[in-house]
Nanobody
Framework: QVQLVESGGGLVQAGGSLTLSCAAS????????MGWYRQAPGKQRELVAL??????RNYADSVKGRFTISRDGAKKVNLRMNSLKPDDAGVYYC???????????WGQGTQVTVSS
């Protein structure tokens, strides 16, 4: 059973920084894609950033230049968030796609609160 465990959320002032981490366990397979999504109250879950096993990275336009996603080995992904804005607040979910099945896995989410 694959599990994704997130850490690093919290409360930060606007302009501050946080680093989120996600560690996968329960599978000896490879995760072809690992990424972060977020969901603000009353809004749909949206992609923040993702990285593939080949090293490519995609970011939402709203976070480009402020957030950096990185893989730490085969089963861990980090999200460094700088210059945080109140609009960045929400629950951040880690996502991983298992190769070759394409099965999606989600973490339980970690809350990020940005005070203005």
């Amino acid at each position: 059973q694959v599990q994704l465990v997130e850490s690093g959320g919290g409360l930060v002032q606007a302009g501050g920084s946080l680093t989120l981490s996600c560690a996968a366990s329960g599978s000896s397979g490879i995760f072809s894609v690992m990424g972060w999504y977020r969901q603000a109250p009353g809004k749909q879950r949206e992609l923040v950033a993702l990285t593939t096993i080949t090293g490519s990275r995609n970011y939402a336009d709203s976070v480009k230049g402020r957030f950096t996603i990185s893989r730490d080995g085969a089963k861990k992904v980090n999200l460094r968030m700088n210059s945080l804005k109140p609009d960045d607040a929400g629950v951040y979910y880690c996502n991983a796609v298992l190769y070759p099945t394409g099965t999606n896995y989600w973490g339980q989410g970690t809350q990020v609160t940005v005070s203005s």
